[in-house]
């Protein structure tokens, strides 16, 4: 069983930072791109950031330029450093590992900014 362990969420106040980890096993964390989706009360989960390659970036447009995605190779680690935070960034955000086996996803964190 593929555990992705996922810690950094918390509460916070509007214009606020925050920084979401992501630890996978070495063996998979190479062969696979990983990301973070978010699920708001009520809402779909949807697409925050995510590597689609080994260089290559996406992100959802509500959050180009206050969020970043990193990785940390040595580590088998993703990083989420989310700046400027809004009431609407609110929700649990899960950690995603894809390979060609499929889809993989955290327990949640849950993260709340407060107006």
């Known amino acids: 069983q593929v555990q992705l362990v996922e810690s950094g969420g918390g509460l916070v106040q509007a214009g606020g930072s925050l920084r979401l980890s992501c630890s996978a096993p070495?063996?998979?964390?190479?062969?696979?791109?990983m990301g973070w989706y978010r699920q708001a009360p009520g809402k779909s989960r949807e697409l925050v950031a995510r590597?689609?390659?080994?260089?290559?970036?996406d992100y959802a447009d509500s959050v180009k330029g206050r969020f970043t995605i990193s990785r940390d190779n040595a580590q088998n680690t993703v990083h989420l450093q989310m700046n400027d935070l809004k009431p609407e960034d609110t929700g649990v955000y899960y950690c995603?590992?894809?390979?060609?086996?499929?889809?993989?996803w955290g327990q949640g964190t849950q993260v709340t900014v407060s107006s």
């Open positions: 590597f689609t390659s080994v260089m290559h970036r």
């Open positions: 070495g063996r998979l964390f190479s062969i696979s791109t």
């Open positions: 995603n590992l894809r390979n060609p086996y499929g889809d993989k």
